[in-house]
C-alpha cells in the first residue's frame, strides 16, 4: 500500500530555511515522480515542484524558481523540498504526491506539513 510522510515544517521568520521530507513505503520507489504541492487557507492545492523517476528532471513553479530545491536523497525513498528565502506568502500546508511522470496527475498524497513565515 502506497504510503507519503512528510515532515520538516515549522514556524520561521522571512528569509528563513526549512527543509521538508517526504518518506515514501510500499511501492517501487524508482517507478514514481515525486510532487510537492501546498495549500493555502481558503486557496486551492497548487504545484510546487516535481522531481521525475531517475532524478534527472526537476521542475518549479515560478513563485519559488531560484528559492526551492527538490531533490531524491541518498536513501532512495526521500525526497526533499529545501527551501531558502522564505516568505509569508510561502505560508501554506505542504504536500509530496506520487505521480508516474512529472507531467501527470497525482495517484497518492501524503498527510501534510504546516509551513508557516511570520515574524
Known amino acids: 500500500q502506497l504510503q507519503l510522510v512528510e515532515s520538516g515544517g515549522g514556524l520561521v521568520q522571512p528569509g528563513g530555511s526549512l527543509r521538508l521530507s517526504c518518506v515514501a513505503t510500499?511501492?517501487?520507489?524508482?517507478?514514481?515522480?515525486i510532487g510537492w504541492f501546498r495549500q493555502a487557507p481558503g486557496k486551492e492545492r497548487t504545484g510546487v515542484s516535481c522531481v521525475s523517476r531517475s532524478g534527472d528532471y526537476r521542475n518549479y513553479a515560478d513563485s519559488v524558481k531560484g528559492r526551492f530545491t527538490i531533490s531524491r536523497g541518498n536513501a532512495k525513498n526521500t525526497v526533499y523540498l529545501q527551501m531558502n528565502s522564505l516568505k509569508p506568502e510561502d505560508t501554506a500546508i505542504y504536500y509530496c504526491a506520487a505521480k508516474y511522470y512529472c507531467s501527470g496527475n497525482p495517484i497518492g498524497w501524503g498527510q501534510g506539513t504546516q509551513v508557516t513565515v511570520s515574524s
Open positions: 510500499g511501492f517501487t520507489w524508482d517507478d514514481y515522480a
